[in-house]
């Protein structure tokens, strides 16, 4: 071992194994967190793809019929000339100090829309109207989505400290402490003999 045996390298090497054991706990403690975390979006998801795979349904049943009120060619030229409805606005939040996305669609006002809408089957608006619901739900789901990847990572990543604190270094701060301590007692065994020896030639 590279190591002195002597009594400062032991104090040293329980001040450390002490801040070793602690770091693990908090780490178990943020590992914890983070898988609550984790479940909490996870819940969120099977709900979220239900309602945006409903909103798409309905949406492109109503394109569908707005399609054979209005035929395909004039749905064609709509799509050619509509400028973006949508902005997407993304921010991050911290969560245990992961770095969490979070996605919103910022819809534009339906007058904006570049189509006359006494010209249009009011199927289409109710399209239109049903897929921003769907772009909504959506946006939300790809940041749920995100932040579970990200949560992932991290719980990974904190596994990973965890267990080297647990199998590789705590274990080895502690076989370390117990070859000082025993090479320490054998010294002072050693040391008490050879002084009594010292003392019975002297009487």
Do not use: C, W
């Amino acid at each position: 071992m590279n190591v002195h045996p002597t009594r400062m390298e032991l104090l040293a090497l329980r001040k450390r194994m002490n801040i070793a054991e602690r770091g693990r706990e908090l780490l178990r403690e943020k590992l914890d967190a983070l898988m609550i975390e984790f479940f909490e979006f996870a819940r969120e998801i099977s709900d979220l793809r239900r309602k945006a795979q409903e909103s798409l349904t309905i949406a492109y049943m109503a394109y569908s019929e707005a399609q054979m009120i209005m035929g395909y060619s004039k749905l064609e030229e709509l799509a050619y000339v509509t400028e973006e409805k949508f902005d997407v606005i993304t921010k991050t939040r911290s969560i245990i100090g992961v770095s969490i996305p979070t996605v919103q669609i910022d819809v534009k006002p339906m007058s904006d829309y570049p189509y006359n809408l006494t010209e249009t089957s009011a199927r289409l608006d109710e399209a239109s109207m049903a897929m921003i619901d769907a772009v909504k739900i959506l946006a939300e789901l790809s940041g749920i989505e995100a932040a579970l990847t990200k949560l992932a990572e991290a719980i990974a990543s904190v596994k990973r400290r965890v267990n080297s604190l647990e199998y590789v270094i705590i274990p080895r701060m502690d076989n370390t402490i117990r070859f000082i301590r025993m090479y320490l007692e054998e010294r002072e065994r050693e040391d008490f003999f050879r002084l009594k020896r010292i003392k019975g030639r002297s009487i």
